[in-house]
């Protein structure tokens, strides 16, 4: 947990070895999340500020072509973490380079409005995250919906690539019947890069928390009917986990930040 001026890892991230990822270079998308824990009284107040100040910098390197997107999500429920700030891209590099010049241009631009965020959301962890498997992230996020589930698993690090398969096997079209049926808007399954002891993400967004909620118990229970022993095997190698639920804040749902 570091306190900082809107979460400012150190460049000590571009020298670290990336983990394998199961798909090819150019499918490759990644998801750097900013989990932020908050003081409940003033939380608002940070939308605000997120919304009018910090958040016009990160869509200037959407509109470079540096980043692919970026949000900012509001917990709903789950655990300690009260908001989400993320940005997608799909390399890597060009994500962390595009985020180094973002903190530069909070500290030169906006440094009053930045310590007055600190002062409501002081600590954080960051997370990066590759897809696995579902959507494509670009196209996860445009279909979003206004809130989200999001299930972070601890998984055993030597058996973590079995357990995507597992997902890709049995999981995915079960999944992908509550894509047609319009139950879920959207879904993702992804690999942990760096950051935290959260080795995979499951996301799926909705209209409602009640419907996601119905629609991740219908999908476990499918997929246990077809093949319980597969999915046990899932369950002993991601054997805990922390489920969130999300509101989207931005982009709102009219397209706009």
């Given at each position: 947990m570091r306190k900082i001026l809107l979460s400012f890892a150190s460049f000590m991230l571009l020298s670290l070895a990336l983990p394998h990822v199961g798909?090819?270079?150019?499918?490759?998308?990644?998801?750097?999340?900013?989990?932020?824990?908050?003081?409940?009284?003033?939380?608002?107040?940070?939308?605000?500020?997120?919304?009018?100040?910090?958040?016009?910098?990160?869509?200037?390197?959407?509109?470079?072509?540096?980043?692919?997107?970026?949000?900012?999500?509001?917990?709903?429920?789950?655990?300690?973490?009260?908001?989400?700030?993320?940005?997608?891209g799909s390399d890597l590099d060009t994500m962390l380079a595009a985020r180094d010049k973002i903190i530069e241009e909070q500290q030169a631009e906006i440094a009053d409005e930045g310590r007055e965020f600190v002062s409501i959301c002081g600590s954080h962890d960051d997370l990066i995250w590759a897809r696995a498997a579902g959507q494509s992230t670009e196209e996860m996020l445009a279909n979003l919906g206004p809130v989200s589930y999001s299930t972070y698993y601890?998984?055993?690090?030597?058996?973590?690539?079995?357990?995507?398969?597992?997902?890709?096997?049995?999981?995915?079209?079960?999944?992908?019947?509550?894509?047609?049926?319009?139950?879920?808007?959207?879904?993702?399954?992804?690999?942990?890069?760096?950051?935290?002891?959260f080795r995979r993400l499951m996301t799926h967004g909705g209209m409602s928390h009640a419907a996601l909620i119905d629609a991740v118990n219908k999908y476990n229970e499918a997929a246990g009917a077809e093949n319980q022993a597969l999915a046990d095997e899932f369950s002993q190698i991601c054997g805990s986990h922390q489920d969130y639920l999300w509101n989207r804040v931005l982009p709102k749902a009219d397209g706009g930040n």
């Open positions: 798909l090819a270079q150019e499918e490759q998308n990644f998801i750097f999340g900013e989990y932020y824990v908050c003081d409940m009284n003033r939380e608002a107040f940070a939308d605000v500020l997120v919304e009018h100040v910090l958040g016009p910098i990160y869509q200037r390197h959407v509109d470079s072509g540096e980043l692919t997107g970026w949000g900012w999500m509001a917990h709903h429920a789950g655990g300690r973490w009260r908001r989400l700030l993320y940005m997608t601890v998984c055993d690090v030597a058996q973590q690539e079995r357990a995507d398969e597992i997902v890709q096997q049995l999981f995915a079209p079960h999944i992908a019947t509550l894509m047609e049926s319009g139950q879920l808007s959207g879904w993702g399954w992804y690999s942990h890069v760096i950051g935290g002891r």
